[in-house]
C-alpha cells in the first residue's frame, strides 16, 4: 500500500530489510525511485497505481546494488535514469551472460525465488553534469556523491529528502570499500551535502520515514567519525538491544573497520 509522506510524494514499504519505494506524482504520470525488492511488492505498486489511473513515465535508481535495479513489466518501457556513474557501474556489473546469476547469489535464501530479475538494472544514464531529473513533474534536484557507493545520488523533492541508502534509523553508515578516496572522507563530505538541502523530511532506502533529518545527519556523521577512533563505537543500530541485524550489523561493522586499518 502507498502512504502519503508529503504533497504528492508516497511511499510503499517493503518486508526485505525495510526498503523504501517512493512515488512523486507528475502531471502525466509518477516517477518511480528504487520500486522494491519482491515481486508481490512490484505488484501491489502497479496495483494501486492502476486503481489510481496513474502510469509510470520515468524511473531512478539511487545506485548500482540490486535491490535499487529491480522493475516490473507493468511500469512499462520507460527511462529508468541513474547518474551516469552509477549507470557505467551496472553496464559494467552486468555486461556478461552470468550476472544475473551472480546477482541471485547476493540475494538471500529464503526470498531469491521471490525477487524478480528479468528487467534488472537497464539504466539510463544522465549527463555527468545533471542537476535534476528531466521529467513533467515537479522540481526533483538530484545530489550526488561518493558515500555509499559510486554514483549514490540522494533527490530534494520540495522539502523531502530521498536520501537513497543513508540516514536510516535501523542501518550504520555503509561506506563504499572500493573508494579510490578515504571512505570516511567521502561519507563526510556527502552528509554534508545532504545537510544543506535542508529538508524538512528524510525518506531513507531502509528505514522509518522521518521529519528527524537534522538528528539522522547527526547520528550518522558521529559514527563515521567514529571510525577513526581507537576506542570502541557507540551506535544505538549495532547495540546489543537493536531491534534491527543483530548479529550481521556487528559484523559488519567490524568488516569496515578492519577495512580501514588495511588502508593505513
Given amino acids: 500500500m502507498l502512504t502519503r509522506v508529503a504533497d504528492g510524494v508516497w511511499v510503499h514499504g517493503s518486508a526485505f530489510m525495510q526498503s523504501n519505494a517512493v512515488v512523486v506524482q507528475g502531471r502525466a504520470g509518477v516517477l518511480l525511485v528504487d520500486p522494491g525488492v519482491l515481486g508481490a511488492e512490484l505488484d501491489c505498486i502497479a496495483e494501486d497505481l492502476r486503481e489510481w489511473g496513474q502510469s509510470v513515465v520515468a524511473g531512478f535508481a539511487t545506485h548500482p546494488h540490486w535491490?535499487?535495479?529491480?522493475?516490473?513489466?507493468?511500469?512499462?518501457?520507460?527511462?529508468?535514469?541513474?547518474?551516469?556513474?552509477?549507470?557505467?557501474?551496472?553496464?559494467?556489473?552486468?555486461?556478461?551472460?552470468?550476472?544475473?546469476?551472480?546477482?541471485?547469489?547476493?540475494?538471500?535464501?529464503?526470498?531469491?525465488?521471490?525477487v524478480p530479475?528479468?528487467?534488472?538494472?537497464?539504466?539510463?544514464?544522465?549527463?555527468?553534469?545533471?542537476?535534476?531529473?528531466?521529467?513533467?513533474?515537479?522540481?526533483?534536484?538530484?545530489?550526488?556523491?561518493?558515500?555509499?557507493?559510486?554514483?549514490?545520488?540522494?533527490?530534494?523533492?520540495?522539502?523531502?529528502?530521498?536520501?537513497?541508502?543513508?540516514?536510516?534509523?535501523?542501518?550504520?553508515?555503509?561506506?563504499?570499500?572500493?573508494?579510490?578516496?578515504?571512505?570516511?572522507?567521502?561519507?563526510?563530505?556527502?552528509?554534508?551535502?545532504?545537510?544543506?538541502?535542508?529538508?524538512?523530511?528524510?525518506?531513507?532506502?531502509?528505514?522509518?520515514?522521518?521529519?528527524?533529518?537534522?538528528?539522522?545527519?547527526?547520528?550518522d556523521r558521529a559514527y563515521a567519525t567514529a571510525l577513526r577512533d581507537p576506542a570502541p563505537v557507540v551506535d544505538p543500530r549495532i547495540s546489543p538491544s537493536a531491534a534491527f541485524g543483530q548479529g550481521w550489523l556487528p559484523a559488519l561493522h567490524d568488516r569496515q573497520l578492519q577495512s580501514l586499518a588495511a588502508r593505513t
Fill in 67 to 114: 535491490d535499487h535495479l529491480l522493475w516490473h513489466a507493468a511500469f512499462g518501457d520507460v527511462p529508468r535514469y541513474g547518474t551516469a556513474r552509477c549507470a557505467a557501474v551496472v553496464r559494467e556489473r552486468l555486461s556478461d551472460a552470468g550476472a544475473k546469476a551472480r546477482v541471485a547469489t547476493m540475494i538471500p535464501a529464503d526470498i531469491v525465488e521471490q
Fill in 117 to 219: 530479475l528479468d528487467l534488472l538494472g537497464n539504466i539510463t544514464a544522465l549527463p555527468a553534469d545533471a542537476a535534476r531529473i528531466p521529467w513533467d513533474g515537479p522540481e526533483v534536484r538530484i545530489v550526488e556523491h561518493r558515500a555509499h557507493a559510486c554514483g549514490h545520488a540522494a533527490l530534494v523533492v520540495g522539502d523531502v529528502l530521498v536520501a537513497g541508502d543513508m540516514l536510516s534509523d535501523i542501518l550504520i553508515p555503509m561506506l563504499d570499500a572500493n573508494s579510490p578516496t578515504d571512505p570516511v572522507d567521502d561519507y563526510l563530505t556527502a552528509l554534508g551535502l545532504l545537510e544543506s538541502t535542508a529538508a524538512a523530511t528524510v525518506i531513507p532506502g531502509h528505514g522509518s520515514v522521518s521529519d528527524q533529518v537534522q538528528a539522522r545527519i547527526d547520528l
